[in-house]
């Protein structure tokens, strides 16, 4: 799977008929741009760095991807999240393919976390951050799938390098059993800045609600 994803922070003072047209109009672009997508206003309890507006789209394989990249249709999605009149920062990263544990399952929550690696870390360690966030889902009942993916291409604000996806039963055991989970503060000492292990020192950690499993759509 090739993926590519939005998240547009909008300026202050954007009123929520606003916020609620852009999301219209950039589902409409994702409809006919990719076989795979999620598109919504980020929850209010989404955790902080989270931004407001998610689109993550889904492709089979990198042809797919730069084909509908050149598209008109994906000409008129960034146009539309691109609204400098509605958005203060809009970031885009396309990424994958990714290494992936899917057990299946039932999901109504998709979540991601964006990461930027501290300059010089040893790939050892990224490495290692990879398999540890691959194997949550051993530990957290609920959590269906993991991906975790390189990213190809960017722009925005951060160069961010890699991309954890996340599939979840319930937004509850994202927020509950997932967030205070032991094993999710021991791989997550590998991002957090103060440690001496991190591999990365910025992420954004937005989630959706979701009709069915992500990771799985294009199955």
Partial sequence: MINALYLVTFNEGVSPEEKTAMRDEARAACEAVAPAWLCDIVPDDSPTNAGDLF??????DRTAYDEAAGSPSWESLQETVSDSSLAADVTFLAYGPGQANLK??????HRI???HL??????????????????????????VNTQISEVFDSSGAVPWNYVYDCDFDTAATFLGKYMTSPY??????LVQSDCVECVADKQMT???PAEKAFLTALD
């Fill in 118 to 143: 501290v300059e010089g870390v040893d790939p050892k360690m990224v490495e290692a951050m990879t398999q540890r966030v691959l194997q949550v889902g051993e530990y957290v009942p609920g959590l």
């Fill in 104 to 109: 299946g399952g039932d999901s109504t929550c």
């Fill in 55 to 60: 689109c993550e789209l889904a492709f089979a």
């Fill in 206 to 208: 937005p989630y959706i």
């Fill in 113 to 115: 976390m964006l990461m």
């Fill in 184 to 189: 999710h503060w021991g791989y997550l000492r």
